[in-house]
């Protein structure tokens, strides 16, 4: 990897990514204006979806009877194993604009994260080529792990915690459900304008930084035909590798046939917007905008 640079922080950890205007709501990494919003829901979708989150809270509380926490993993994946296959159609209707690689994995994400909420659960994971880690992550340098919104990512937690590797995760919103099969909080540095200067810090401290360098939504026709998803790449991300000199690896994280989480560690030759979009092009059907 290069090494840092000697740009003063108040230019290297900018406010405003490249290509964002004055006045926006950008996050230092997330470039909003290259993106749409998400399409605005009609009423009676904004009411099934509620009515939903209510009814998933109540099976997840079900799910959790009987305080096994890997029994409990094995019924949400059944239950999401029969969402995938029969509720695909009305929830097309009903959430159109939701991101997932099949709602089978989408209904498993929902079930985890509240069950999570509520008590302890322990996913079945796999793991893949998590031994590059140990390899390249460096003491006062640490180790910049970028992953895409696949679904599923919040198992990272739990299979960094079981290595007994400190970690933060950049992330906004609520992280309540977060860090499955985690025995410890899930340590999340907020997404502001001061957020790459926090995960520097941590850097220091050896530790491995999660975080996204992408910015997904799915386009609906006013029809609700349902288009590909797109993603736009922000590059500070990989900046911010180069200027602190981390190693980047990627994540990619899927369910298997078996119902296994994988999490697969990626070396990539050379850590880049490009590498990353190629990366995940590979992996999905999503049309990346960027270099």
């Known amino acids: 990897m290069p090494a840092p640079t000697s740009v003063p922080p108040a230019r290297a950890y900018r406010e405003l990514p490249a290509g964002a205007t004055q006045g926006s709501s950008s996050s230092p990494y997330f470039p909003d ?32 009877v009987g305080g096994d926490p890997a029994a409990a993993y094995e019924r949400a994946l059944f239950c999401a194993h029969l969402v995938g296959r029969w509720g695909g159609p009305l929830l097309d209707r009903l959430a159109p604009h939701v991101l997932e690689r099949g709602w089978t994995t989408e209904a498993l994400l929902w079930l985890m994260s509240a069950m999570t909420r509520q008590g302890h659960v322990q996913p079945r994971l796999r793991l893949v080529g998590f031994d590059a880690l140990a390899r390249h992550r460096r003491p006062r340098r640490g180790l910049l792990l970028l992953t895409a919104h696949f679904g599923l990512t919040d198992a990272i937690g739990g299979a960094l915690e079981g290595m007994d590797l400190d970690y933060s995760l950049i992330a906004r919103g609520d992280t309540s459900g977060w860090g499955w099969g985690c025995r410890r909080p899930v340590a999340v540095i907020p997404v502001d304008g001061r957020c790459l200067v926090a995960a520097r810090a941590r850097l220091r401290q050896g530790q491995v930084i999660v975080a996204y360098p992408d910015q997904s939504y799915r386009p609906v026709a006013d029809g609700g035909t349902r288009g590909p998803i797109r993603v736009a790449l922000s590059p500070n991300l990989f900046r911010f590798g180069a200027q602190t000199g981390a190693p980047v690896l990627f994540l990619d994280v899927d ?37």
Request: cysteine-free.
């Open 255 to 291: 369910l298997d046939g078996d119902g296994a989480i994988r999490l697969e560690v990626i070396e990539p030759r050379r850590a880049s917007v490009r590498a990353f979009r190629d990366f995940v092009t590979e992996r999905t059907d999503w049309r990346v905008d960027g270099p």
């Open 33 to 64: 204006a290259a993106t749409l919003p998400p399409p605005p829901l009609r009423r009676w979708q904004r009411v099934a979806l509620g009515l939903l989150r209510r009814g998933v809270h109540v099976l997840a509380r079900l799910l959790l």
